[in-house]
């Protein structure tokens, strides 16, 4: 494999430990078969309940059933590639301690991972997606809708792809990130002249990307501070040794980084997860509005209470409203496009949310309504909402700014939702990534970022800071990148520990990191001048 050679000239030339030979034990086997076995058994739920949803669904061409399958193939491809890239750094610091077997760890890594995407709230998924320009969201069925979602894909795809070929640790949200940000620009610049267009969210990119610029250097502070702080307090010097050929550390330090290596994994998966699944969503919702629009899971019984807030925020609007528009929504489109308030504002979506509440009154459930206009017009009032109250809710009380919180609740129960065989799908596409490619990304991570071989205490230090740095974002509903908060702790334990830093990889980690928000947002604006040519 030469141009394997050209990225990793020769281990043997390498001052550290080579990779650990994959093990071939009955453990590793069992454990390999244990985890083809979940897979098989999680395809199977995927299948089985995608044909349940679609049941019924008689349209009078095949052309929406061939976009939604070619369009998951390649969302569920993207999340098979970021298994390569991100997770396979979780792996890294326990193959290189020999902590675990490689065969081992990647299996308890996939695992980990699986459990992650299944308990994930959906917060990030939906983050990533409000990023988008909300006339493609809400015509997302459309030509333009399916030029953008294509566009993504293919575009992050394709960046992760040739990044791992070289054996670069580069970001998944970075790469998805900048593809969301090139079809915003492109979709404003092919705007008609005088029409009205929206780009890109840039108050949340700019909040995203900030969080993205952050986390390597928490990841390299924190990681330096905490391995020097183990140092004071921890008394055993084994911690801070480098293995001795190929015995395994200690059992607690063992335990340590088995451990901490499942917590990055758990919160890769919780987190970059996501981003898939809000994509899928966008696919489902786009070629399938009937089965997806609005969530499955509000029934009959549910309808009274949504109503009854329907009516309650409705009264309060209308109390409010200067003036009644005569295209209410095309009203509150534009308010959410430029976030200026006008006297239409609040009179446009209290038309909106009136009339949500007459025809879920009149149908008696979320199911007897057109779920796609339903859809949009909660969706457009949900982000009317979320606008408003960044901006105070302006003219309202304590009291009316209570129900307008308890109305965007209910809009994202209905609009929000994430099925679990969404989640299962993406689950399985992470595990196989991992299982197929995690050795490039690992070699890089463990043998070629420091000049000496990882200690117990650096590996654990640098999963500690992952696995807290992660789940935080989890919490607040943004996106990180696995990669670069693994790595840059990795070096900044090389760093504290005087081991040195191989600069070329630095240097080449660095360079990667630098262009994949550009590169991204060039291959994704072409990919959508060209689709929007060819739709």
């Not at 326990?94 to 959906?122: D, E």
């Not at 191989?502 to 072409?526: F, K, Y």
Request: with cysteine; net charge neutral; aromatic share 6%.
């Amino acid at each position: 494999m030469a141009h394997l050679e050209v990225l990793q000239p020769s281990l043997d030339e390498s001052p550290l430990t080579p990779l650990p030979a994959v093990s071939g034990g009955l453990a590793s086997r069992l454990g390999t078969v244990a985890l083809l076995a979940v897979l098989a058994l999680g395809l199977g739920y995927v299948v089985v309940n995608v044909a349940a949803d679609l049941r019924g669904m008689g349209t009078a061409s095949a052309l929406p059933f061939v976009l939604l399958g070619v369009a998951l193939l390649i969302a569920l491809g993207f999340e098979f590639v970021n298994g390569f890239h991100d997770t396979a750094n979780a792996v890294a610091t326990v193959i290189y301690t020999h902590s675990l077997p490689a065969h081992a760890a990647v299996v308890l890594s996939g695992l980990c991972n699986f459990a992650g995407v299944l308990l994930s709230t959906g917060a990030v998924a939906y983050g990533i997606v409000s990023l988008l320009p909300v006339e493609l969201i809400l015509r997302v069925g459309s030509e333009a809708g399916f030029a953008m979602v294509f566009a993504l894909l293919i575009s992050a795809v394709l960046w992760n792809l040739g990044t791992w070929a070289l054996g670069l640790p580069s970001s998944s949200s970075h790469t998805l990130i900048g593809s969301i940000i090139g079809v915003g620009l492109m979709n404003q610049l092919m705007a008609a002249p005088g029409a009205a267009a929206s780009g890109v969210d840039w108050g949340q990119a700019l909040k995203i990307i900030q969080t993205l610029l952050i986390s390597p250097i928490v990841g390299f502070v924190c990681a330096a501070g905490l391995l020097m702080l183990m140092r004071g307090l921890i008394k055993d010097k084994a911690l801070f040794q480098a293995p001795k050929g190929r015995k395994p550390p200690p059992a607690w330090i063992r335990a340590l980084l088995v451990l901490t290596c499942s917590g990055v994994s758990f919160a890769h998966g919780s987190n970059d997860g996501q981003k898939g699944m809000g994509l899928i969503m966008l696919i489902l919702i786009g070629t399938m509005p009937a089965a997806y629009g609005l969530n499955r899971g509000i029934t009959a019984a549910d309808t009274a209470a949504y109503v009854a807030t329907f009516d309650r925020a409705s009264d309060v609007l209308g109390r409010h409203a200067q003036r009644v528009p005569a295209d209410p929504r095309a009203v509150v489109e534009d308010y959410v496009r430029s976030g200026t308030m006008t006297s239409a504002t609040l009179g446009g979506l209290h038309e909106l949310t009136a009339s949500i509440a007459d025809q879920l009154r009149f149908s008696g459930a979320l199911s007897g309504v057109a779920q796609g206009q339903m859809r949009n017009d909660m969706y457009l009032s949900a982000e009317a909402l979320r606008r408003l109250q960044k901006q105070g809710f302006p003219l309202l009380d304590d009291d009316d700014r209570a129900v307008m919180k308890e109305l965007l609740g209910r809009y994202d129960h209905a609009t929000r939702y994430i099925p679990t065989w969404v989640k299962v799908g993406v689950a399985i596409a992470l595990g196989l990534g991992t299982m197929v490619g995690w050795k490039r990304t690992v070699v890089t991570v463990g043998e070629k970022i420091g000049k000496e071989h990882l200690t117990y205490g650096q590996g654990a230090s640098a999963q500690l800071v992952a696995m807290g740095t992660i789940g935080a974002a989890d919490v607040f509903g943004l996106p990180v990148s696995t990669t670069h908060v693994l790595s840059s702790g990795v070096a900044g334990t090389m760093a504290a520990n005087g081991s040195g830093l191989q600069w070329s990889t630095v240097r080449n980690m660095a360079t990667a990191w630098v262009l994949t928000l550009p590169a991204s947002i060039v291959l994704a604006g072409g990919l959508f001048w060209l689709f929007r040519h060819l739709f």
